[in-house]
């Protein structure tokens, strides 16, 4: 069966940068929607960027717009998360996830129902 795995996490302090990588196996497949979503203690998870197949753009959380960068090799089935200027509020679990079945929403709150496979997760902690 097709699994996700993300890699690239670690510790690092404010201001500094990590890049996530996300990678498929078990199959190939053309996903819809690509993704990135992160977990922080104590509170829900929640998106953090979407690509859809095709000329639609990237769509990005506010918190993360001009500071995180999304892009994906179709061909491939994975996906990269460049994270620049991070801050302590960056702290998180992070997990890649794919959808076979939808493109990415204008809305949010609409991508995790729509993600059919997760990754296990990474783990990014900023601090001083």
């Known amino acids: 069966q097709l699994q996700l795995a993300e890699s690239g996490g670690g510790s690092v302090q404010p201001g500094g940068s990590l890049r996530l990588s996300c990678s498929a196996s078990g199959g190939t497949h053309d996903f819809y929607a690509m993704a990135w979503f992160r977990r922080a203690p104590g509170k829900e998870r929640e998106g953090v960027s979407c690509i859809s197949i095709g000329e639609r753009g990237t769509l990005y959380a506010d918190s993360v717009k001009g500071r995180f960068t999304a892009s994906r090799d179709n061909p491939k089935n994975s996906a990269v998360l460049q994270m620049n200027s991070l801050k302590p509020e960056d702290t998180a679990l992070y997990y890649c996830?794919?959808?076979?079945?939808?493109?990415?929403?204008?809305?949010?709150?609409?991508?995790?129902?729509?993600?059919?496979?997760w990754g296990q997760g990474t783990q990014v902690t900023v601090s001083s």
């Open positions: 996830a794919a959808a076979e079945y939808y493109y990415c929403s204008d809305d949010l709150s609409n991508w995790e129902d729509d993600m059919d496979h």
